[in-house]
């Protein structure tokens, strides 16, 4: 671990060019800029409330439009997190095969640079708080704590999917159908007192995705004090989930170059 600390400080200067270099493409040629990342939230959202209010009018959902919004953008940042990590060795074979860079460099810039999305996003949803009158509460304090243990669940899942992308490209494809699965197994549209008690709501439950949303909607909309489970879940997750994708990615790194 130290030496991971070691090689992530002396290489932290480049993780944050690359940072930078993406924002750069990511909002090249675009008129609105930056500002996309606060509007796109709003859209979906608008969008996904027309749909759907009517249809879980019955649920009384408070608010349903915040109840849209922040699942929404917390689930978007997972996916786009991970989806550029699975790609990132692939993606980086000629400057890898170039130069020695350490190869978790990569997804980690990946997961960051999603992360930093999600900061800009987030102010569609403090935006949409105001609007609909949602008073601040001490326990928004505790907004990091989500946003935090899901960044590391996302860089845990990241690494193991580049790893796993570098010797089986065919992930790629079967990782988009999980994550249409993981969007309905997700309390995004719906809240969990409709599922009920059967074996769906059980996956739902224990889904993390599920833990980290409904965690930032308590703490930032429903001003609710998060329980012990729900701390113990969310960073248990994070935690292991990233030792997983460490420990992965390590044994296999040294074979990448015979692969890319």
């Known amino acids: 671990m130290h030496s991971i600390m070691t090689t992530f400080l002396r290489y932290r200067f480049l993780l ?15 008129f609105l800029g930056i500002l996309w990342s606060m509007l796109n939230p709003l859209l979906i959202m608008l969008v996904l409330n027309a749909v759907f209010s009517s249809l879980f009018k019955a649920a009384k959902i408070d608010n349903f439009p915040l109840y849209l919004i922040s699942g929404q953008t917390l689930y978007s940042f997972f996916i786009e997190a991970t989806n550029g990590a699975l790609t990132s060795v692939v993606d980086s074979s000629a400057l890898i095969k170039k130069v020695y860079i350490p190869k978790y460099i990569f997804p980690l810039e990946k997961v960051l640079f999603s992360f930093v999305n999600l900061l800009f996003s987030l102010v569609a949803i403090f935006v949409m ?3 609909y009158g949602v008073k601040p509460a001490f326990t928004m304090l505790l907004i990091p704590v989500p946003l935090l243990s899901m960044t590391m669940f996302a860089m845990g899942m990241g690494l193991i999917l580049a790893t796993f992308c570098v010797f089986f490209r065919d992930i790629r494809h079967l990782y988009s159908v999980l994550t249409t699965a993981w969007l309905y197994l997700t309390p995004i549209i719906y809240p969990m007192e409709l599922l009920g008690d059967g074996f769906i709501s059980k996956i739902v439950k224990y889904n993390p995705l599920t833990y980290y949303i409904s965690y930032f909607r308590n703490v930032a909309l429903f001003s609710t004090l998060p329980t012990l489970e729900d701390n113990l879940f969310c960073f248990g997750y994070g935690i292991v989930f990233t030792i997983i994708g460490i420990v992965i990615f390590k044994a296999k790194q040294d074979r990448f170059i015979l692969h890319i």
């Open 129 to 131: 708080m105001l609007i």
């Open 16 to 30: 944050g060019n690359l940072i930078t270099r993406d924002l750069k493409v990511k909002y090249r040629r675009s």
